[in-house]
């Protein structure tokens, strides 16, 4: 029987409903913006590559490794676009993946991605408060020649529980933003928006205009610290650390860093079936929002590594890892642009949006990571109750309640226990998905039925390309310690994933066979928008 003739068979068992319920409300900007705070190419951006790759991979150049990590995400973020804008649904690769290889690839795909969401919205709570916000508290402190407000930025993060009622708040206000409608989301959203772009563009400048020997001056002593340049070099050298010149050969270790810098550059597309105009709006969802990280992120890492020096950076985090760093947070980027900025009132205002990208980032995750339940459910492949949209704001409410608490969870177990940071590799998770997003978009062009709107060597160029680069990047995971845990806990939990998402598939089906349905020929038709 042919699946169109099975949906006319059966015209309310296929799906849930006939219609998602979900509106065509989101603009080109609105899909740009999602995109934007998802991958986060601002003050925190530029930070978080040297803050992840210093201590990881002494030796590695930041912005090579950043520039080989954007070039792996172009063919990507080309099929991405090429496949958000041939079938613009909810659920993004979960419904092309299903569609145009097996439904059950389909679901397995997407319900690793989805768990790999949850455990970046508990890991961005985690560093939010671990790091963000004691980073906001001390430097204010210094600012304004505040000491309790440095003391009790010191002791915030120094507390897991602060850190974890602080991930809390994080994730209550990310929720929040994506509760309320389209309207609202995008009107805070924009805000954001604003402020962090050109709180960001306002730091790269600072970083282009001031040289090394400015930042040495500026340095010594500052906040009243007993603290120079040279005596940081000096007292990591006394502590056994040696400077690790930057190669190539460490550099090439560090670009899965560098690809994760630029993660989430597509996540407009899981809402793709609500945007209006679909093909010119998902251009400059994926592909303008990845030119914007690409600049953005690049500009400032290139200035940012002149203003510190590489040896400098290197020995303050060697002494931060041995317990002798003399400041009451960790030596990121944050710690040190108040230091050259003369004017407290904007020193402020560069804080304040180093606070609050996860508050931007937030929205744009949990409006990704809903529309995966939403999907997964409207599909009946989890309960269908999630499926529901809310009739005054048009959004699938239950499901990011359903990720509020999953996330809450996670958060809890990041911070608490050791089992997500030594079982939960996302990098491979991503990388693998990735490679399968290649593998399809080089098949689709081949099956009968898919609306495409490229041609088809558009498809299977950069289907090919996006299979290379991440089966490098994949190779990468699961080989690198610092990239993801590499282990056989790590490699066998990936397994419990695809495994369980396998039952899960396997299980509804048998369960909607008998009540008449047959979920395989269902999950080859394209859903409704």
Known sequence: MLVSEYCAMHPKTVFVREATGLVRSFSWMDALVMSLAVTGPTYFGIASQIGFVAPADPGADFTISALIGLLFMVPLGLAYYLFSSSMPRSGGDYIWLGRTLTPIIGFIGG????????????????????????????????????????????????????????????????????????????????????????????????????????FISAFNNYGGVNATYSGIIQQAANNGWTYTPVTMSITLLSVPFGVL???????????????????????????????????????????????????????????????????????????????????????????????????????????????????FSFDRLLPTSFADISERFHFPLKATLLNFVLAILITYLTIFTT????????????????????????????????????????????????????????????????????TLLSDGFLLVIALSGAVIYSTRYYSLKKRGIDLSLAMKQIPPE
């Open 419 to 486: 089992f997500v940071g030594e079982v939960l590799n996302t990098t491979a998770i991503w990388a693998i998905v990735w490679v399968v997003v290649g593998i399809a978009a080089i098949v689709v062009p081949f099956r009968k039925g898919l609306p495409l709107t490229a041609s088809k060597w558009a498809f299977i160029i950069s289907g090919i390309l996006t299979a290379v680069v991440m089966s490098i990047t994949a190779y990468f995971a699961f080989t690198t310690p610092a990239v993801g845990p590499s």
């Open 261 to 375: 810098l630029f993660n989430g550059f597509n996540y407009s597309v899981y809402v793709s079936g609500e945007v209006k105009n679909v093909k010119r709006s998902m251009f400059y969802g994926v592909l303008v929002a990845l030119l914007v990280s690409g600049i953005l992120d690049i500009t400032g890492l290139y200035f940012a590594t002149n203003m510190l020096g590489y040896e400098f950076n290197q020995a303050a985090f060697a002494l931060f890892a041995a317990g002798k760093w003399p400041y009451a947070v960790a030596p990121w980027l944050a710690l040190f642009v108040p230091m050259v900025v003369a004017n407290p009132y904007l020193s402020t205002f560069l804080q304040i949006g180093w606070l609050a990208l996860y508050f931007w980032w937030g929205g744009g995750l949990f409006l990704a990571a809903s529309r995966y339940v939403f999907a």
């Open 111 to 214: 319900w690793g991605m989805w768990i790999s969401f949850l455990a970046l919205l508990a890991a961005g709570a985690y560093v939010w408060g671990s790091v963000v916000v004691p980073v906001f508290l001390v430097t204010t402190g210094y600012t304004w020649n505040i000491p309790s407000l440095v003391a009790y930025g010191a002791s915030f993060g120094a507390s897991t529980t602060d850190a974890f009622l602080g991930g809390i708040l994080l994730l209550i206000i990310g929720a929040l933003i994506t509760s309320f409608g389209a309207k609202v989301y995008s009107r805070v959203m924009d805000l954001l928006a604003v402020i962090l772009i050109l709180g960001t563009i306002f730091v790269i400048c600072i970083l282009a205009t001031t040289s090394n020997q400015a």
